[in-house]
């Protein structure tokens, strides 16, 4: 089964800091990769995704990841974070080999940005 | 577009109740998935339905049980409640195509407390 790793479970940073939160994840096959966010009393809402192709995607609110195959992981980033982005931070990962799309999710990291 | 709704918001259920919670999905989704999002920790994939059949199913026991409409909504059914079951309970529509990878959108979620 897979499985996804987020090893960052809470970041504190000041605004106008550098981001970057891990994602690792555990399946030898072909992935579909997701970052979603959850700001506080908020949904789940979709940051960015992968598929194929280019591995450095880019999102909404000027966030990207970067897609490494030989390293199982999907960072997240952002050269330059702002208060608002404080928030929970999730990846998760389905499998493109089976119909179940189910997604597998990380534990989340709660990102703090002080001002 | 309408995006994904669920009710009701909240609820409060004591041990050994059944609860009944309910999901509309994005216009144009077919595709519903269930996930348990316990507090502090990622959603858990609880199963999946797809054109009213269920579509795979994660590690909860068949006291978890769904169903999907025609008009693609869709319910979850918990019976015989227990208190590890408090948690915000996440839906999340999608289209789903053959062989074509899908993103889910997720709704807002309803949070039960089983006391």
């Known amino acids: 089964a897979q499985s996804v790793s987020q090893h960052n479970h809470h970041v504190i940073l000041s605004e106008a800091a550098s981001l970057e939160l891990g994602c690792n994840y555990s399946?030898?096959?072909?992935?579909?990769l997701f970052w979603y966010v959850q700001y506080p009393g908020q949904h789940l809402q979709l940051l960015l995704k992968?598929?194929?192709?280019?591995?450095l995607v880019k999102g909404i609110k000027g966030f990207e990841a970067e897609f490494i195959k030989s390293k199982f992981s999907f960072n997240l980033r952002k050269p330059s974070v702002q208060w608002s982005d404080t928030a929970e931070y999730f990846c998760a990962v389905n499998t493109a080999d089976t119909g179940r799309r189910a997604l597998t999710f990380g534990s989340g990291t709660r990102l703090q940005v002080q001002p | 577009e309408t995006g994904v709704t669920q009710s009701p918001t909240h609820l409060i259920k004591t041990r050994g109740q059944q609860v009944t919670l309910r999901c509309s999905s994005q216009s144009g989704h077919n595709t519903v998935s269930w996930y348990q999002q316990a507090l502090g920790q990622g959603p858990q994939f609880i199963f999946q339905?797809?054109?009213?059949?269920?579509?795979g199913r994660g590690n909860f026991p068949p006291r978890f049980s769904g169903l999907q409409f025609p008009n693609y909504s869709s319910e979850l059914n918990v019976n015989a409640l227990e208190l590890d079951d408090s948690a915000l309970y996440l839906c999340?529509?999608?289209?789903?195509?053959?062989?074509?990878?899908?993103?889910?959108?997720f709704g807002p979620g309803t949070r039960l407390l089983v006391l």
């Open positions: 999340a529509s999608s289209l789903s195509t053959s062989g074509a990878a899908e993103t889910q959108y």
């Open positions: 339905y797809y054109r009213e059949e269920e579509n």
């Open positions: 399946y030898g096959g072909t992935v579909n």
């Open positions: 992968y598929f194929s192709g280019d591995p």
